[in-house]
Nanobody
Framework: QVQLVESGGGLVPPGGSLRLSCAAS????????IGWFRQAPGKEREGVSC????????YYTDSLKGRFTISRDNAKNTVYLQMNSLKPEDTAVYYC??????????????WGQGTQVTVSS
């Protein structure tokens, strides 16, 4: 059974950092793209970043480039999202999901339960 479990969220002051983890089980994540998404209260879910089978990285939101970094550790079946210089507008529930390609939102599935990130002083 394919399963993704996010962790690493929490409360952080503006300017702080967090590293989110997306642990995969039931499949080998290096054969799939893994994407990070987020949903803030009252807003639609938006894509953050994705790492493909060939480790090509896609940033769905240009404004996050330079602050957020996606990476994978195949030995641990885990994909990470390093988030630096966090802002209050980064507050959201962050989800990971898997897809054969990072290029099509509609192909993402096996969504995790999400991890809450709150940026506040």
């Amino acid at each position: 059974q394919v399963q993704l479990v996010e962790s690493g969220g929490g409360l952080v002051p503006p300017g702080g950092s967090l590293r989110l983890s997306c642990a995969a089980s039931g499949f080998t994540p290096d054969y799939y793209g893994i994407g990070w998404f987020r949903q803030a209260p009252g807003k639609e879910r938006e894509g953050v970043s994705c790492i493909s089978i060939s480790d090509r990285i896609t940033y769905y939101t240009d404004s996050l480039k330079g602050r957020f970094t996606i990476s994978r550790d195949n030995a641990k079946n885990t994909v990470y999202l390093q988030m630096n210089s966090l802002k209050p507008e980064d507050t959201a529930v962050y989800y990971c999901a898997t897809a054969p390609t990072c290029d099509d939102y509609d192909l993402f599935g096996s969504w995790g339960q999400g991890t809450q990130v709150t940026v506040s002083s």
